[in-house]
């Protein structure tokens, strides 16, 4: 596995906007599916030592993922995705929110716009996301809960799921 796989985070206070580039030792499908298949995403959202399970999801413009992120303890933390615009292999976009277990918004948090590109270079595949809050506040509440930690953990979580399905 390269070890020098891309890893940029960077916080756009002016822009209310977190940017996060990664590269994956993986092909743009590979990469793709793990993205928009439940049944991937659920092995690698959620960073260890809580699992992510999908309660449902329609990945298509319009549809909705409903799922929870599971602590060790059981307890369960729901969120929903909205997804707002879909060009297959190239580009989602989907508001993420904090919800009760029947996707009823958590008034509290806000939403978090997401906006995720990919593109495959050579034997790689890049996927730039840019996160928009409605204010830097909020944006910086989501990296003071461990939203940093958090992803770099769950990508390297996907990376392994490349690694075994090479």
Same mark, same amino acid.
């Given at each position: 596995?390269?070890?020098?796989?891309?890893?940029?985070?960077?916080?756009?206070?002016?822009?209310?906007?977190?940017?996060?580039?990664?590269? @994956?030792?993986?092909?743009?499908?590979?990469? $793709?599916?793990?993205?928009?298949? #439940?049944?991937?995403?659920?092995?690698? $959202?959620?960073?260890?030592?809580?699992?992510?399970?999908?309660?449902?999801?329609?990945?298509?413009?319009?549809?909705?993922?409903?799922?929870?992120?599971? +602590?060790?303890?059981?307890? *369960?933390?729901?969120?929903?995705?909205?997804?707002?615009?879909?060009? #297959?292999?190239?580009? @989602?976009?989907?508001?993420?929110?904090?919800?009760?277990?029947? +996707?009823?918004?958590?008034? *509290? @948090?806000?939403?978090?716009?997401?906006?995720?590109?990919?593109? *495959?270079?050579?034997?790689?595949?890049?996927?730039?996301?840019?996160?928009?809050?409605?204010?830097?506040? *909020?944006?910086?509440?989501?990296?003071?809960?461990?939203?940093?930690?958090?992803?770099?953990?769950?990508?390297?979580?996907?990376?392994?799921?490349?690694?075994?399905?090479?």
């Amino acid at each position: 596995m390269k070890a020098d796989l891309l890893m940029n985070f960077s916080v756009d206070k002016e822009n209310k906007t977190v940017n996060v580039k990664r590269e @994956f030792n993986a092909s743009l499908s590979n990469v $793709w599916s793990a993205w928009t298949e #439940p049944e991937i995403l659920d092995l690698w $959202w959620a960073p260890a030592p809580f699992k992510s399970k999908t309660k449902n999801m329609e990945f298509k413009e319009g549809g909705r993922r409903l799922y929870a992120m599971v +602590g060790p303890d059981g307890q *369960e933390r729901w969120s929903t995705f909205d997804y707002t615009s879909i060009s #297959p292999k190239t580009n @989602f976009k989907y508001a993420a929110t904090f919800s009760d277990a029947d +996707g009823n918004p958590n008034s *509290e @948090f806000g939403s978090s716009y997401w906006d995720i590109n990919f593109s *495959e270079q050579g034997d790689s595949t890049f996927v730039d996301i840019v996160i928009t809050r409605e204010s830097f506040e *909020e944006l910086q509440k989501i990296i003071e809960m461990g939203f940093k930690e958090g992803f770099t953990s769950a990508m390297k979580a996907l990376d392994e799921i490349f690694e075994t399905r090479k």
